[in-house]
């Protein structure tokens, strides 16, 4: 089992810059893959990046290309996701998914809790 827990969500108005983090424990050799996903409300939950074991690939949704940037610094076993220039359509809550998906884009096996961010306008 890996354990995934989120940090660093809060709130910020429109054009603001956050850092989310997730901290992995447990069986973390199952972590080939890492991922962000976010959920607004009434509404699915949606990917938004991912990225290799190794940092050598990485994938991101359309919707935030350009403005977030993933990483992951396996010596500590935690994912990164730095969000700029933020838009009150990126309010949801991010969930860390970790795991050996098919694509980058998932499934995944082990998922977080979640953390709210909210972006004001």
């Known amino acids: 089992q890996v354990q995934l827990v989120e940090s660093g969500g809060g709130l910020v108005q429109a054009g603001g810059s956050l850092s989310l983090s997730c901290a992995a424990s447990g069986r973390t050799f199952n972590m080939a893959f890492m991922a962000w996903f976010r959920q607004a409300p009434g509404k699915e939950r949606d990917f938004i990046a991912a990225?290799?074991?190794?940092?050598?690939?990485?994938a991101y949704a359309d919707s935030v290309k350009g403005r977030f940037t993933i990483s992951r610094d396996n010596a500590v076993n935690i994912m990164y996701l730095q969000m700029n220039s933020l838009k009150p359509d990126d309010t949801a809550v991010y969930f860390c998914?970790?795991?050996?998906?098919?694509?980058?884009?998932?499934?995944?096996?082990?998922w977080g809790q979640g953390t709210q961010v909210t972006v004001s306008s």
């Open positions: 998914a970790a795991g050996r998906p098919m694509t980058l884009r998932g499934p995944y096996d082990f």
């Open positions: 990225i290799s074991y190794s940092g050598g690939s990485t």
